[in-house]
Structures are given as C-alpha cells and as structure tokens.
C-alpha cells in the first residue's frame, strides 16, 4: 500500500513563524508536489521537485520555499506565516509513468 | 496545455448510473485524460486514466471519443459514499504541469 505521510493533520501557528511541513513517501517516486486548497480556489501548486535538489516554482510560491534533500522527503517551508496562509496544504507523488498520483492526507495550517 | 471544462454540479441518487462529461477542446496529441475523486478533508484520489476509446477498471468507465475533444467518466451503480468532488485532468502525465486541477464537478449521491 502506498504511503505518502503529511506530518502533520492539524497545526496551528502564529504570525511570524517559520513553519515546516513534511511530506514523506515510499514509493521512490521521483517527482513531488506541493499544492494549497482553499474553498473556491481550488489546488493551486505551491513548489513541484523531479529529483532530489531540483525543484521548479509552481503557480503560488511567494512567501513558500522547499527542500529536498532525499528522495523521500519534500519539505515545504513558510519563511514567515501569514494569516492567508491558513489552508489545507496537500503533498502528492506521481511516478515516471505518470499513471497515478497519490496525495497525502493533508495539514490544515492556521496562522493567527 | 488544455484546459477543461466540467459541469459545477451534479445531482443522482442511490443505484444510477452517473456521467460527467468533461471537455477539452485545445487537447494535444501528448495528452492524456485522468479523473481524480476528493473527499471532504482528504487529498484526491486517482479513478481512472486514459488516451482514447473506452477504458474501464473496478470503479468507473471512461469513454474518449475519436476526435478526443471531450471525455465522459461513469459511475455506475452510484451509493452515498460516492459524494464527493470529481476532477478532469488533461495533460502530459509528467512535469510540472502533471496534476492541474480545474474546479472540479460536485455529485451529491442522495438516498
């Protein structure tokens, strides 16, 4: 059974914080992404990586940086939370076949 | 890169079949069409994946015509636990772009 694991389900930060979220999987997938969901909006990918130390700015990735320092894990960092970084921020894999994505369970992050 | 479009919502009640059509007139020859299924709180899950004609796994069918300019995913024998948020990608399975997501079409199961 596949396992992409989301460290955390529910996190609450303050303004100002530097905020990390894991992602870690193990199914040796080379490429991770990185998305937010927001009512209305959709998933908006933040960061995308194709191996690791790669990694290419999705369609969101002001205020958000990323590390990828082994194949398993894709960090996604949040230099300085914000309030409108409170979301659901989902990781998902995705095979060189490009058959079947597989996402985590996702973190619901509130910054107050 | 193809973009889609899906009905915002759907309605359907216990054993009928569902379809939702999603079109994609801009489709490129690289393209592929997969469907993804979300739950409330949860990360989308994958349905099916295909190029052309018809393709069918345990869960659901989809029907690609020729021209491929649209695609219908089927759920037959609908249950409540079938609500959920149903998405059409359309792209190349690799890269960056893999896993556009569009809004999506919302089917409420009713009993």
């Known amino acids: 059974d596949v396992k992409v694991t989301q460290s955390s389900r529910y996190l609450v930060k303050r303004t100002g914080e530097k905020v990390f979220l894991e992602c870690v999987q193990d199914?040796?997938?080379?490429?991770m992404f990185w998305y937010r969901q927001d009512p209305g909006l959709g998933l908006r990918l933040i960061y995308f990586s194709y191996d690791v130390k790669m990694k290419e700015k999705g369609d969101i990735p002001e205020g958000y940086s990323v590390s990828r320092e082994k194949k398993e894990r894709f960090s996604l960092i949040l230099e300085s939370a914000s309030t409108n970084q409170t979301s659901m921020y989902l990781c998902?894999?995705?095979?060189?076949?490009?058959?079947?994505?597989?996402f985590g369970q996702g973190t619901r992050l509130t910054v107050v | 890169l193809a973009k889609t479009t899906q009905p915002i919502s759907m309605d359907s009640y216990e054993g009928q079949e569902v379809n939702i059509t999603c079109s994609h007139n801009?489709?490129?020859?690289?393209?592929?069409i997969t469907w993804y299924q979300q739950f409330p709180s949860q990360g989308p899950r994958f349905i099916i994946q295909g190029y052309k004609t018809k393709v069918t796994n345990e869960v659901a069918s989809l029907f690609i015509p020729a021209d491929r300019k649209s695609s219908t995913l089927s759920l037959p024998r609908v249950s409540l636990s079938d609500t959920a948020v149903y998405y059409c990608l359309v792209g190349v399975p690799t890269g960056r772009r893999a896993l556009t997501f569009g809004s999506g079409t919302r089917l409420q199961v009713q009993p």
């Open positions: 998902a894999i995705l095979g060189l076949t490009g058959t079947e994505a597989f």
């Open positions: 801009n489709i490129a020859t690289n393209d592929y």
């Open positions: 199914m040796d997938h080379e490429n």
